[in-house]
């Protein structure tokens, strides 16, 4: 008998839903130059904006993750899809610093009721063990595909509408995730013959007990404090910093004419590799330990970074680096989230990843606001960077004592 094809609807949906919030997401670091023009705002005011986002959606996880454990993942992903578009349409009015900060508020709750932190764990309940590692990557992979569309998207709109305009046109498209939730089918419960049935206060106690748990914690830190700055700030900082392009070169022919078009160009191409390194990444999590993976994704991220500061900044250096880091991207959230699910199984999945989402989007809110506060006071990013250096060869490090393990019921 043919096995099922792997792209079940649970996939498919979730992907779609992934891909339209995350490519919003993405290309917020596209705003950061006109917004801080338009108002003569220091480069820390949009930052802390995105910063807040940032943290919103890291303390948000886990409540919704829970509520989608609760009362149904579809509920969430509209309330998520809901909360997402209004702080879009009200951020397009805002006018001070603190009106954005506040609304970042909203949007940061939206991304985790549209965002990895719900789905993934309904894709990862709708899997059989042998193969959720697997297409915990292919939905990592496919719904960052977003990363792609999402900055050049909003550089074109930019070019013709007003960043205002631009907000009100993202705030439309998130509500197009709603249409993929007629084939968001419920998973089969296949997990609870062989999980015990525990109420998730137990499980979770019994998780934040186990050392691996917090060790896994820890070092998603690294991870969102690398992605969160160079998502908000890598277009800025390669306008201001990279060569001057060639305009006889291969890049001018592309349409990469400008820092600015460069600068969403690198965040594009780390889309595309990522794609690439999320899903073997999710392959090789089947085949070996996934500590060991993330230990070398890390390791590869911190290497990558210290060479890209240290050699001169040219057009080549920035896409080379973005494809390189592209391809470390978000290969550590199907390892990190199937690594949740091998340990203490797939019932309260969501809400035990949403817990250690919390500490990579506490990392991520730091990569943001460091990135803006460090631009003030010195004028340019060098130890932000190297902060990232820092934090990503302590996590290289934490996840070499973690037990991958089942860890089993305790007798009532």
Request: aromatic share 12%.
């Amino acid at each position: 008998m043919p096995k099922a094809s792997i792209f079940t609807p649970v996939l498919i949906a979730g992907c779609t839903i992934l891909m339209i919030s995350f490519a919003i997401r993405a290309s917020f670091g596209v705003f950061q130059i006109p917004v801080a023009t338009e108002f003569g705002w220091p480069r820390a005011d949009f930052s802390m904006a995105i910063a807040i986002q940032n943290l919103a959606w890291g303390i948000g996880q886990p409540v919704f993750s829970a509520f989608g454990e609760r009362f149904g993942d579809r509920k969430t992903i509209i309330i998520g899809a809901l909360l997402y578009s209004l702080g879009l349409v009200l951020s397009a009015y805002a006018i001070t610093p603190g009106q954005h900060q506040a609304l970042a508020i909203l949007v940061g709750f939206g991304i985790a009721g549209t965002g990895f932190g719900i789905i993934l764990p309904l894709i990862g309940r709708a899997s059989s063990p042998e193969r959720r590692s697997l297409t915990l990557g292919i939905g990592s992979a496919i719904g960052s595909a977003g990363q792609v569309l999402g900055p050049p998207a909003a550089e074109i709109l930019l070019q013709s509408f007003p960043w205002q305009t631009v907000f009100l046109i993202f705030a439309g498209v998130i509500l197009l995730t709603l249409l993929a939730l007629p084939i968001l089918k419920p998973p089969a419960k296949t997990s609870t013959h062989t999980e015990p049935s525990e109420p998730m206060l137990t499980v979770l106690n019994r998780a934040l007990r186990d050392p691996s748990y917090m060790l896994i914690f820890l070092g998603f830190f690294s991870c969102g404090y690398q992605l969160g700055f160079i998502t908000a700030h890598f277009p800025a900082f390669i306008t201001e910093v990279c060569g001057p392009i060639d305009p006889g070169g291969m890049l001018a022919g592309m349409g990469i004419g400008t820092t600015s078009a460069l600068g969403a160009a690198a965040i594009a191409v780390i889309g595309v590799a990522n794609i690439g390194g999320s899903v073997l990444s999710g392959w090789l999590g089947g085949h070996f330990p996934k500590k060991y993976l993330l230990a070398a994704i890390y390791t590869g991220r911190t290497l990558a970074s210290a060479i890209f500061i240290l050699l001169p900044m040219t057009p080549t250096s920035v896409l080379v680096y973005s494809a390189v880091m592209g391809a470390l991207w978000l290969a550590t959230v199907p390892l990190t989230s199937g690594l949740v699910a091998q340990i203490y199984g797939v019932r309260y999945m969501g809400t035990l990843y949403g817990f250690v989402f919390l500490s990579h989007q506490i990392g991520s809110f730091l990569g943001v606001w460091l990135g803006g506060r460090m631009y003030d006071l010195n004028g340019d990013y060098t130890l932000v960077w190297w902060i990232g250096v820092g934090v990503g060869a302590f996590s290289a490090i934490v996840h070499l004592p973690i037990r991958e393990r089942q860890m089993v019921a305790q007798p009532a």
